[in-house]
């Protein structure tokens, strides 16, 4: 039998006007469950642990608590898509064809249900990803001693393989050992239409191996210095220092990723910022440009506020849904990430993203699983660095202020 393999995911859909929703779930043996409306369900790995916690109980009563657990959090998920939800996942590891049946049932009329099995049988990434696991997890925050945590681990994955029975039924998508990177293969049985599609896209993209990606603004720019929003202007003084010291930063961080890369806007601040650093391959996008300000361009806040009062005002009342006559909103911004999304997905090497406050504020969002409707307000200083770790058990966040 495969060995079996946890996998962290992350689903973003950037739907226009609709919610920006990120999914996220750790499943120990994924067998999810999706349906066409979309939720993030809260984990089932902590109610799992704190099962696993009443092994004072017999294991008839501990399967009677799970599948009760279990049956009240897809309740729940279904409640929650009859209120509009549009996308849930079930994060459990439902590895039984029993388990499966018991969902479908309660799936029926409700929603279109889709499993996602991952199977790895390279027992190098299980070792490895054991060892993150117990290392990073929540689920082994209280367990000092790692030995202890990784016999614990081991002898619960043992278990799922006991009763394991492969998905053959309804509608999934299998990954089999697609994590290593070397090829590996996908299954797809009986899915159609547009987000299913759009899931099985990002999973064919999507990976786990542990990389950095940094973020961060251009320096300070001249139009920055006078307060004037959007434009193309060059660096200010202090800019330039920034850039240089973002160059030292960045050969020291990165000196031992050879396969690293500069990504920028394809507006001069951010690649006059990314000038200095010169060891590895720069690539602009014309995605990472700044949110465009239309008829505001160039101008301070000020000045909108003195000639155009209506559009500030409008603004103020919401910055996410607020488009710039001629220019973008929020949601316009968020939308053409998409594409920027999926490849820093892909990338397996470290990358620097160097562009601007509105654009920054929305691929952060994404990492650090910030609401959309915050998205507008996040601080995103100038001269600060905020490095992500992108990795099996989620993601952890680093800043550097390299100067004021
Ligand atoms: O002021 C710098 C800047 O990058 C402008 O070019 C841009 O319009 C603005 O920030 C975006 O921030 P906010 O959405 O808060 O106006």
């Not at 919610?19 to 799992?48: E, R, Y």
């Not at 008839?60 to 009760?68: V, Y």
């Not at 100038?382 to 099996?392: A, D, F, K, P, S």
Request: aromatic share 8%; charged share 25%.
């Amino acid at each position: 039998m495969n060995s079996l393999q946890f996998h962290y995911f992350r689903l973003v859909f950037l739907l226009g006007e609709r919610p920006l929703l990120q999914l996220n779930s750790l499943a120990i043996f994924a067998g999810w469950v999706i349906t066409p409306n979309i939720l993030m369900l809260g984990s089932i790995d902590a109610l799992s642990m704190a099962l696993t916690r009443m092994l004072i109980f017999s294991e008839a009563t501990i399967l009677k608590a799970w599948k009760h657990v279990a049956s009240l959090a897809m309740e729940d998920m279904i409640a929650w898509m009859q209120e509009g939800g549009q996308v849930g996942i079930f994060d459990a590891t439902n590895s039984t064809r029993e388990r499966r049946n018991m969902l479908m049932k309660m799936a029926e009329g409700n929603c279109k249900m889709i499993f996602l099995e991952t199977l790895c049988n390279d027992k190098r990434i299980i070792e490895r990803n054991i060892r993150l696991k117990i290392q990073q997890s929540p689920d082994y925050a209280e367990q000092p001693d790692f030995e202890a945590g990784y016999e614990d681990f081991k002898s619960r994955l043992d278990n799922y393989e006991k009763v394991y029975e492969p998905v053959e039924e309804g509608s999934y998508i299998k990954m089999i050992d697609m994590v290593s990177g070397n090829g590996g293969q996908i299954q797809v049985n009986n899915i159609s239409g547009y987000l299913p599609g759009r899931i099985v896209f990002f999973l064919v993209n999507t990976h786990l191996t542990p990389r950095p990606i940094l973020l961060t603004r251009h320096g300070e720019s001249r139009h920055n210095l006078r307060g004037r929003i959007g434009g193309d202007s060059l660096l200010s003084d202090t800019g330039e220092i920034y850039a240089k010291k973002l160059s030292n930063f960045v050969e020291k961080r990165l000196k031992s990723e050879k396969a690293a890369s500069i990504w920028t806007s394809t507006l001069q601040r951010t690649i006059q910022t990314a000038g200095p650093i010169v060891d590895f391959p720069k690539i602009q996008w014309r995605a990472l440009d700044e949110i465009n300000a239309g008829v505001c361009d160039g101008m301070t806040y000020e000045e909108i506020k003195r000639n155009m009062p209506e559009e500030y005002e409008s603004r103020k009342n919401d910055k996410l849904r607020y488009r710039y006559p001629r220019g973008e909103s929020y949601l316009d911004v968020i939308q053409r990430l998409e594409p920027v999304i999926i490849e820093l997905e892909r990338q397996r090497a470290p990358v620097v993203v160097i562009s601007h406050q509105a654009v920054l504020r929305a691929l952060y969002a994404y990492f650090a699983d910030r609401p959309l409707k915050e998205i507008p307000h996040i601080e995103m200083p100038l001269h600060t660095i905020i490095e992500i770790q992108m990795g099996v058990t989620g993601v952890q966040e680093k800043r550097y202020k390299l100067m004021d």
